[in-house]
């Protein structure tokens, strides 16, 4: 797929191109507005693109009708058809294309038990809890799927509370990764969490254009830029400079004993990098050669540091931390699983304050009150690095997401 | 809650900021005894205009069932001839109705979905000129049809008739199927599509069961209109009589007992149809379980498509807007500058004072139904009187639903020589006349938009001590506006063109539609075309407004 659509001037998706392999459940991440159920209403033939292909196993399908192209489509907030029962609603599809009565009878009453709602065969949609109307909508759609077993999914959990959102997420993951159905998907959302629980590749994509395809590892880990760092999680970014005339060159990675077996695999292979963020001590994170390689000495930075990646320890440490600020801690919050600590630290004699998420523990609770004098710090393997991409950017990315 | 405004109210006064003198008018009338008067004056304005005038003409047929008899059953010289004359109007009226609206919805149909659906240049403009005709004057529309269809060799009669009736009833039932297709989510008919439908089976299962409400409500107001109208008649139907016209006739010749029975009847007839549509349209139920996948597979190939919407197009174009508008082409017929300014009777001078009297109708009528309309809808949506307010809101409709003509007869009646003896007919009775028949169409709005909007809002500014008639004011009034404007407009554009209703009591008075009406049986064509054009360029002008200000919050009258 090589697809743009425009809506007049505005364009929804400009050149975006995706590929999704067989049986994949693949999601498609990005702000309200990005143009994610554009790219869905393309896929399955609603509207057609001003340019590009849409190929399903080789073959071009841009002239085939929805209806043609046997996906099976879940929209958001599911729509029901209000004026039929549910039973009518399940078997639609089956009616359009004549398939036999006795079987469609059949697989709906079988559907009518997987979603809990036997016996109420005349129900009307608006007589369904949400929960119970994602079911309906969900057999719906696979009721449509013959040999191809496309499912796709328009913010399928959005209209749903909390707890039933986790527990549909968890069906929806069960069902799709089930041999019997053998379903390749495409779901869209707007929830990081949400898509980092069931993809298997996410795609983020943000004004129409796609800014990053990759595993929830890659695109958590390796950002590549601000955008996707800041979409995936809460971040402090720091402005700075690569380190001039450092002995940076061709120094791989020795990995720390400390760090965990998971850190080591996406850190095999990076070389590490010394920046000044404009306080006394010259701070060094790893970075993959790629990116080593854009990175000029003297450049301008953006180091980026991800709220649940900091540290915390009482008092000054900074002799036997690397990569440390002093702070103090202004706020403390209690979330449940985490604290989230405000720790007020100076850079370049000004103020700011950082945003660190620490796992929520006895000891946590009593050594780091509201007040304390702490060392906050990180490791040089999870430091982001990016080139500095301006303060327009920044400051345009930071009021998007 | 009475208890917790007063203290919400007491509060402010120990603060030692003064109020103005505006919020403390405010918080003195805001107390429950004046809302209770404004009640009750609202209430009685509304029993007087619109119950009073009709149920007296039914107090006035049964003490007048003697001469009721003899003028209709039993007279010397014709027998029973008016009373066949009454079964055969109406019968003629019902049955134009009945062919206008279902050519219409027919037609509709396609345009709507075109109109609502469909992306393509112009679309604006082609909605717009849909809408244009009920802006108009129905005798102006009537004229043009008459002229237009001159030119076929179509003649006053039956067939004209109905070709007029098709042509101001046409914009109610495309707008009101274009409000409910704007309203219903396009999401539906996508999911349909996604799961294999073909076109013709997504628009018969999907749009059109989705399509009901706005069809009745649309077929209900445009049968109504066929049925009462009487301008745009007159004019086209030559030796045919149509029920309103018949009541026109026995006005006109003082044959008052005759009349009022005629009257008392289309009142009758009309106000059961009403309910007896809304009863039955709600069990009405489309067949979408059935569908015939080959069948309509093949039925929704594009050459069907576009031969069903070229069709519609062309229809629309040959039977209704080239009709309505070929009175522009007409301008230079006969010599105008002689007929209308240099002739003895001084026509132009008519024109003038007519124009003047149809325009000071029209704004007195808005303005008062203004004042009595807004506490009106405010009673309906606001109050909770039970039973009360749904007997309320159902008899709102009676004004819409009767036929004008047998509706001025009522009030002629009541208020009349003949009744109360309060006006003469003329100016001040059209004028009475004209916010009885209009007052729901200023009402309607005010209640969808007051319905739409967010009560939180207004409990917000009740709980910052804000009193009654201040969050009127500062918070409902500003937030019902669209309504207000739409309902407004609707008022005065209604009231611009009516004939019936006017004929019926104007004395010596004419109206624009009635000196058409007057002009056009004199054949001075001339003229009529002239005051045609003049109303048709208001009218256009009003509904440029009138689409500027609701692009949004339409609503569904009746």
Redesign the interface.
Known sequence: MNITKKYGKFKALSNISLEIKDKEYFIVLGPTGAGKTSLLKVIAGLVSPDEGEILFDGMRINEKQPGERNLGFMFENYALFPHMNIVDNISYSSRVHARNPESTQKIVQQFLMMTLLMGRDDALPKELSGGMKQRVALSRALMNLEQTKLLILDEPLKALDAGLRNSLRRELLNMAKSSILDLTVIHVTNDQREAMMVADRIALINQGKVVQVGTPHEIYYHPRNLFVAYFMSEINYFEGKCVKNSKRKGELHKISTKSDKFLKQIQEDSLLLPIDIGIDKIFTVYTDHQKFETIDDGDNILLVVRANHFKIREGNRLKDKKNAFIGLIKRRKFMGVFYRFEVLVKINNKEKRLIISIPATTEIHQKFQEGSNVTVYFPEELGIIFKHPGKDEINRIMSLV | MMQKEESAAEKPKTKKTELSLTLKTERYFSKPKYRKILDGITISFFVLVIIGPIINIFSTILLNIPSISHDVFNDELIGALQWYNILESLSVSFTIASVAVIFDIIIALPISIILTRYNFRGKKFLDAIVDLPMAVPTSALGFSVLLFWRLFGINPGYTLIIFGHIVFTFPYIVRNMKIVLEKS?V??E?????????GI?VFR??TL??MKEGIIAGAILAFTRSLGETGATIILSGLVETAPILIVGFRRQLEIPSASFLAGILITVSILLLFSIKIFTRKV?FP??R?W??TEKYLSKKPFRYFRDGFSLIVLLIVILIPSFFIITQITEGNLAEELFLAKDYKWAYLYTSFIDSISVGVLAVFINLIFGIPLAMIITKRNWGKFITILDTILDVPIAIPSAALGFAIFLFWGPAGLNFFQPGFYMILFVHISFTFPYMVRPIISVLEQSNEGVEEAARTLGASNITVFRKITLPNIKQGIIAGSIMVFTRSLGETGATIVVMGRVRTIPVLIVDWVEANVFASAIFASLLVILFSAFLIFLLRSIRKKGDVIVA
């Not at chain 2, 996508?190 to 439908?197: N, S």
């Open positions: 989510s999401l539906y996508d999911a349909a599509r996604t799961l294999g439908a073909p089976t299962t999907i069961p989705m139920k979408v379980k569908i996948p080959e």
